[in-house]
C-alpha cells in the first residue's frame, strides 16, 4: 500500500507570513502532485514534480512555490499567506507508467487556515 | 468541474440497495480513478482504470473512453459506503489529473 505523509496536519498562520507545508512519500515515486479542495471547486492542481529537483506549475500556481529537494520529498511554500489559500491541501505520488499504473495515491491532508 | 462533470450531486440510499455514479467528460480522458473521501477527509483509492471495468466486493465500475464516460456501482450499501465519492481524468500528457465536484452519498439504516 502506498505511503504518503503530510505535516502539519493543521496550520493557523497570520496574513502575510510564510507557510510551508511538507510532504514526503515512501514509495520511491516519481512524480509528486499538491492540491488543494475548496467546496464548489473540488481538488485543483497547484504544483506538481516528476523528479528530485524539478517543479512544474499546474493549474492555480499563483501566490504558491514548490520545492522538490529529494526523491522523497515535496514542500508547498506560500510566501505570504493570504486569507484566500484558507483551504485543504493534499499531496500526492504517482509512477510514470511502463509496468507501473499512474495510479496517484494522497496523503491525510493540511487543514491551513491563514487569518 | 466543467471539464469532468460528476452526477448525482448528492445521493442517499437505504441499507441494502443498489445505485450508480457516473462521470461524463469533455475532455479525452486515458485512464480514470475512483476514489472515496471519507468522514474524516482522507481520500481512499477505489479504483484505477484503463477503458474496460474493474469490479472490487460490492463495487463495479467502467469506463468508456469511446463514449467518454466512467460508472460507479455500488451493491447492497452499508452504512460505512457513506461520504463523497470523486471521479478524476487523466489525458495521459502529463499525469495530471483533473477531478470532478463529487458525488455525496449517504446511506440510511
Known amino acids: 500500500e502506498a505511503a504518503v505523509t503530510q505535516s502539519p496536519r493543521n496550520k493557523v498562520a497570520v496574513t502575510g507570513g510564510k507557510v510551508t507545508l511538507s510532504c514526503n512519500q515512501t514509495n520511491n515515486h516519481n512524480n509528486m502532485y499538491w492540491y488543494r479542495q475548496d467546496t464548489g471547486h473540488g481538488l485543483r492542481l497547484i504544483h506538481y514534480?516528476?523528479?528530485?529537483?524539478?517543479?512544474e506549475k499546474g493549474d492555480i500556481p499563483d501566490g504558491y512555490k514548490a520545492s522538490r529537494p529529494s526523491q522523497e520529498n515535496f514542500s508547498l511554500i506560500l510566501e505570504l499567506a493570504t486569507p484566500s489559500q484558507t483551504s485543504v491541501y493534499f499531496c500526492?505520488?504517482?509512477?510514470?507508467?511502463?509496468?507501473?499504473?499512474?495510479?496517484?495515491?494522497f496523503g491525510p491532508g493540511t487543514r491551513l487556515t491563514v487569518l | 468541474g466543467d471539464k469532468v462533470k460528476q452526477s448525482p450531486s448528492a445521493l442517499s440510499l437505504q441499507e441494502g440497495t443498489n445505485s450508480a455514479l457516473r462521470c461524463n467528460f469533455s475532455i479525452a480522458a486515458t485512464t480514470v480513478q475512483w476514489f472515496l473521501q471519507n468522514p474524516r477527509g482522507s481520500l481512499i483509492n477505489l479504483f484505477y482504470?484503463?477503458?474496460g471495468t474493474k469490479e472490487n466486493g460490492r463495487l463495479k465500475s467502467t469506463f468508456n473512453s469511446k463514449e467518454s464516460y466512467s460508472t460507479l456501482h455500488i451493491r447492497d450499501a452499508q452504512l460505512e459506503d457513506s461520504g463523497t465519492y470523486f471521479c478524476a481524468a487523466d489525458t495521459g500528457n502529463t499525469r495530471k489529473l483533473i477531478f470532478g465536484l463529487g458525488t455525496t452519498l449517504q446511506v440510511q439504516p
Open positions: 482504470l484503463v477503458p
Open positions: 514534480s516528476y523528479g528530485a529537483g524539478s517543479t
Open positions: 500526492a505520488s504517482g509512477d510514470v507508467g511502463g509496468r507501473s499504473s499512474y495510479e496517484q495515491y
